[in-house]
T-cell receptor, first 110, second 114 residues
Framework: SQQGEEDPQALSIQEGENATMNCSYK?????LQWYRQNSGRGLVHLIL?????REKHSGRLRVTLDTSKKSSSLLITASRAADTASYFC??????????FGAGTTVTVRA | EAEVAQSPRYKITEKSQAVAFWCDPI?????LYWYRQILGQGPELLVQ????????DSQLPKDRFSAERLKGVDSTLKIQPAELGDSAMYLC????????????FGPGTRLLVL
């Protein structure tokens, strides 16, 4: 079963715009992670945020976590064509097993 | 940069046939995971190994699926017999002993069962 749910399912933006996607989950977590998957490829780890953190940055990525609402958001600033991919949130309930959502498909138009 | 290797990349088989997938994790990574990803969905964990031992195979359909990691390095996932519903991407991931939180994924094996 999948713990996380991403919203929206799909997102289309113009190059240079920001992209925001959200993730909601159901049970307590130790950390939440975001992964990117290019079409037909494996997943690439983007960023990890722990349950005692509220915000984290990595390059053009900004992740927030609200444990009271059991939700997280991923912001990609100044998007590029290379950001076209599916983005998944994954929760770790302190057992090193990840539970993934269904993902948000992002298309960046040139 | 070290990567997780998987083979084959693509496999087409007929139902009731046997298939096998191979994964070679990043050198030194103690934990190895097999996931199944159905088109349009996120990956779902099938089995987790710590060295050569199975940590969790609760989601592995054991009547037809088997997984092994005999020497604690590379791993094989087998399906026998394959069913139409097994068509999916099979992903292998590994994580280092000292930092188990982050998983490194291979390119996957896309299986099509006809």
């Amino acid at each position: 079963s999948q713990q996380g749910e991403e919203d929206p399912q799909a997102l289309s933006i113009q190059e240079g715009e920001n992209a925001t996607m959200n993730c909601s989950y159901k049970t307590s977590i130790n950390n939440l992670q975001w992964y990117r998957q290019n079409s037909g490829r494996g997943l690439v780890h983007l960023i990890l945020i722990r349950s005692n953190e509220r915000e984290k940055h990595s390059g053009r990525l900004r992740v927030t976590l609200d444990t009271s609402k059991k939700s997280s958001s991923l912001l990609i600033t100044a998007s590029r064509a290379a950001d076209t991919a599916s983005y998944f949130c994954a929760t770790d309930a302190n057992d090193y097993k990840l539970s993934f959502g269904a993902g948000t498909t992002v298309t960046v138009r040139a | 940069e070290a990567e997780v290797a998987q083979s084959p990349r693509y496999k087409i088989t007929e139902k009731s046939q046997a298939v096998a997938f191979w994964c070679d994790p990043i050198s030194g990574h103690a934990t190895l995971y097999w996931y199944r990803q159905i088109l349009g969905q996120g990956p779902e964990l099938l089995v987790q190994f710590q060295d050569e031992s199975v940590v969790d195979d609760s989601q592995l359909p054991k009547d037809r699926f088997s997984a092994e990691r005999l020497k604690g390095v590379d791993s094989t996932l087998k399906i026998q017999p394959a069913e139409l519903g097994d068509s999916a991407m099979y992903l292998c991931a590994s994580s280092p002993r000292q930092s188990k939180e982050t998983q490194y994924f291979g390119p996957g094996t896309r299986l099509l069962v006809l």
